[in-house]
């Protein structure tokens, strides 16, 4: 089993934990407001159209729509796209693996990925990201907050984790024709906001 199935069936397994756990509070509502400033640059109307990967039961999906975006939920574990399609109305969700997106060329003008990235085992890091910047607009936005520090993570799961130190992260993203806006490194995080 690779690791992305084995972290799957590890989210599936505990679902009603993991739902519990991550509908208590938006990532997108309390550190969003570079991407929806660098977003609001990007989109050409009011509306942006939005793919948030690895979106969970839907809480940034939810914060996405009232701000009357268009928002596409992407996740691999059902349990997770069945209570975000209960919970947050006007949003589709979709099961998919974010290695491989099952959307056209430039379908979105920004993507949302917290805290799923570092899920992708490193030899699939460069090409996830390639396929990721396909499906962006030219001139998209894209936030990705990934763990930075393994003796800072407290996670006893076997769930599996790719951590990354902030100049790794940046070469990788502009590797594959990201521009960084801004980088952020805070207690056992790195996040950034990059231009495709």
Same mark, same amino acid.
């Given at each position: 089993?690779? #690791?992305?199935? /084995?972290?799957?069936?590890?989210? #599936?397994?505990? &679902?009603?934990?993991?739902?519990?756990?991550?509908?208590?509070?938006?990532?997108? +509502?309390?550190?969003? %407001?570079?991407?929806? $400033?660098?977003?609001?640059?990007?989109?050409?109307? %009011?509306?942006?159209?939005?793919? !948030?990967?690895?979106?969970?039961?839907?809480? !940034?999906? $939810?914060?996405?729509?009232? &701000?009357?975006? !268009?928002?596409?939920?992407?996740?691999?574990?059902? *349990? @997770?796209? +069945?209570?975000?399609?209960?919970?947050?109305?006007? &949003?589709? @969700?979709?099961?998919? %693996?974010?290695? *491989?997106?099952? @959307? /056209?060329?430039?379908?979105? $003008?920004?993507?949302?990925? *917290?805290?799923? @990235?570092?899920?992708?085992?490193? *030899?699939?890091?460069? /090409?996830?990201? +390639? %396929?990721?910047?396909?499906?962006?607009?030219?001139?998209?936005?894209?936030?990705?907050?990934?763990?930075?520090?393994?003796?800072?993570?407290? $996670?006893?799961?076997?769930?599996?984790?790719?951590?990354? /130190?902030?100049?790794?992260? +940046?070469?990788?993203?502009?590797?594959?024709?990201?521009?960084?806006?801004?980088?952020?490194?805070?207690?056992?995080?790195?996040?950034?906001?990059?231009?495709?």
């Amino acid at each position: 089993m690779d #690791e992305v199935s /084995q972290t799957r069936n590890i989210y #599936e397994s505990e &679902a009603g934990s993991y739902i519990e756990k991550y509908s208590t509070e938006s990532v997108a +509502r309390l550190y969003g %407001d570079p991407f929806f $400033d660098a977003l609001e640059s990007a989109c050409s109307g %009011d509306t942006a159209q939005l793919l !948030d990967i690895g979106c969970g039961p839907g809480p !940034d999906v $939810d914060v996405f729509a009232a &701000a009357g975006h !268009d928002v596409t939920g992407l996740d691999i574990t059902q *349990s @997770f796209l +069945r209570e975000g399609t209960k919970r947050v109305s006007g &949003a589709e @969700f979709v099961c998919g %693996d974010m290695r *491989s997106l099952p @959307f /056209q060329d430039n379908s979105f $003008d920004g993507i949302w990925a *917290s805290a799923s @990235f570092h899920h992708i085992p490193r *030899s699939a890091a460069t /090409q996830t990201l +390639r %396929d990721w910047h396909r499906v962006l607009r030219p001139a998209g936005t894209l936030f990705i907050a990934v763990k930075r520090d393994e003796q800072l993570d407290d $996670d006893s799961t076997n769930r599996h984790f790719e951590y990354y /130190q902030a100049d790794a992260f +940046r070469t990788l993203l502009n590797s594959v024709g990201f521009e960084l806006n801004t980088a952020r490194t805070k207690d056992k995080w790195v996040s950034a906001v990059a231009t495709a």
